[in-house]
């Protein structure tokens, strides 16, 4: 098969040819695709240099599948143009409640993927994360509630804003003065409770997202409080998540669903050291579970601590499964 990346040069879109390296998939020619300034430039893939070519002169017909991560505004222009020559996968968030969009994370609802008509959309890095551990405990309890606390690394919000994290620090160690282009406040060695724009009653659009995806995605039911918070950290977003079932629980029968959920790990030990940090997780292919504890105030209710790598499971490792299981399916 033939399939092809837009905004191949990004922060994901070079996570996606990585990925791209290590899975099963057969590719016979992989285009790379991004800005009138890219192009011309070279890529590796499977050893091999690849000329990227610019968007605007790109035919969409070369390619079976096509990963696009590039943002929203590529996504609302170019989607649409590439959905009537390929089958797209969108990054962005630009077609993530579009009711006619089947919003999809491989390990969580495949089935959604017979519902597409030519455009998949990839959910929030922070939603995939979370709805790994969720959905077999939801099969299994029933969840009612969940409040959620996020502590997202900078990498989510591009490369620039990766870079003003590294270029803050040095400020800040060389007692200069520091100012913040891509961020609302100094973002190293500092938290800011605020990422993307503000909606109503106070919560961000990251929050509602989190929210109106869980939604959509798992169960329309299920009651969710979100509260987003950029932190001082590459890659790899953490989450620490309270979640409260219908009935009463067996904790051991929660930690053993935990341990055979698809592609997680649960990493629990009761000692120092004995769980997952973003460090260890970057560049894993894993969402890594720790923390797992009754919540002493609710008997219906656990605590868990849920660390993934934002630009692989939740961006370009969750595209190329969705990529993986519509080969697959066609093969039935």
């Not at 096509?66 to 968030?93: C, H, L, M, R, Y």
Request: hydrophobic letters at 35%; glycine letters at 4%; aromatic letters at 6%.
């Amino acid at each position: 098969m033939n399939l092809a990346i837009i905004g191949a040069t990004g922060n994901v879109g070079r996570k996606t040819i990585e990925v791209l390296e290590k899975s099963k998939l057969k590719i016979d020619n992989l285009y790379l695709v991004a800005s009138r300034k890219s192009a011309g430039k070279k890529l590796k893939f499977n050893k091999k240099d690849l000329t990227i070519e610019q968007l605007e002169k790109y035919d969409f017909s070369k390619a079976e599948i096509t990963i696009f991560a590039a943002g929203s505004e590529i996504a609302k222009v170019w989607a649409p143009q590439a959905a009537k020559k390929t089958i797209v996968i969108d990054n962005s968030k630009y077609f993530r409640m579009d009711n006619n969009v089947p919003l999809v994370v491989a390990e969580v609802n495949p089935n959604d993927l017979k519902l597409h008509k030519n455009i998949i959309s990839n959910p929030n890095c922070s939603t995939i994360q979370l709805l790994l551990p969720l959905k077999p405990l939801h099969d299994e309890y029933n969840i009612k509630r969940v409040v959620v606390s996020t502590y997202q690394a900078v990498s989510g919000a591009g490369k620039e804003a990766e870079d003003e994290l590294f270029s803050q620090t040095k400020e800040y160690l060389d007692n200069k003065k520091i100012t913040s282009k891509n961020f609302t406040k100094q973002i190293a060695f500092n938290l800011i409770p605020h990422i993307d724009a503000f909606v109503e009653d106070g919560y961000t659009k990251e929050e509602w997202k989190m929210e109106n995806e869980t939604k959509k995605i798992l169960d329309n039911k299920i009651k969710l409080s979100a509260t987003c918070v950029r932190v001082p950290v590459r890659t790899s977003h953490s989450e620490s998540v309270n979640i409260e079932f219908e009935k009463e629980y067996d904790l051991n029968k929660v930690i053993e669903i935990l341990k055979n959920a698809p592609g997680c790990k649960v990493i629990d030990e009761h000692k120092d050291g004995g769980y997952i940090t973003p460090v260890e997780a970057e560049g894993d292919f894993l969402t890594f579970i720790s923390r797992i504890r009754k919540d002493r105030s609710n008997s219906k209710a656990i605590n868990i601590w849920v660390v993934s790598d934002n630009l692989l499971k939740g961006a370009a490792l969750n595209s190329v499964q969705i990529a993986e299981r519509l080969i697959e399916k066609n093969k039935r």
